[in-house]
């Protein structure tokens, strides 16, 4: 062999050296970024901590008391202003606050059939209805039922929670 093709020949296998080499660190860099990715995924589908969770119980308990508080009163007076007021505001904040809740509460929740007619499980019978006035007129007289229920759930799951973070 002459000395041009041997030097060449070490050219090639030191770019050849060098072309695996940058293969191997991009592999190890990919691999670095789909852990990194990964952890990242699973830290936003970890979902709320247990003191996050009984926070977020406690705020709902205060809101669906001023609900049932409501709904008792419009049943004993009738649906005054001031009743319809509050409903409209209790029903606006459990629209958009019950579904965070709803995927823990309703596995301490006793279902009803009854409950479907009336908007669906018994937390949401007690605020789909539009108005106070629809509400008391579609009451189909299970009503204190459902707040027994629904009271009966919210207590389970405040349970389940005090037992969590008390393990921890």
Not at 36 to 46: G, I, L, Q, S, Y
């Amino acid at each position: 062999m002459s000395a041009e093709r041997i030097q060449g020949a070490r050219k090639g296998s030191r770019t050849i050296g060098e072309r695996i080499g940058s293969l191997v660190n991009r592999s190890r860099s990919a691999q670095l970024d789909r852990r990194d990715a990964a952890e990242r995924a699973n830290a936003a589908t970890a979902g709320p901590t247990v003191k996050e969770r009984q926070h977020e119980l406690i705020r709902f308990y205060q809101e669906y008391e001023t609900l049932v508080e409501t709904v008792c009163d419009a049943a004993q007076y009738g649906p005054t202003p001031k009743l319809e007021g509050r409903y409209e505001t209790q029903r606006n904040w459990m629209i958009a606050n019950y579904p965070g809740v709803r995927k823990y509460v309703v596995a301490y929740l006793r279902f009803d059939v009854e409950d479907v007619a009336q908007g669906g499980d018994a937390f949401e019978a007690l605020f789909t209805a539009e108005n106070l006035t629809a509400f008391l007129q579609s009451d189909d007289g299970n009503m204190i039922s459902r707040i027994m229920r629904t009271r009966e759930a919210l207590s389970l799951y405040g349970d389940h929670l005090r037992q969590l973070a008390a393990a921890a």
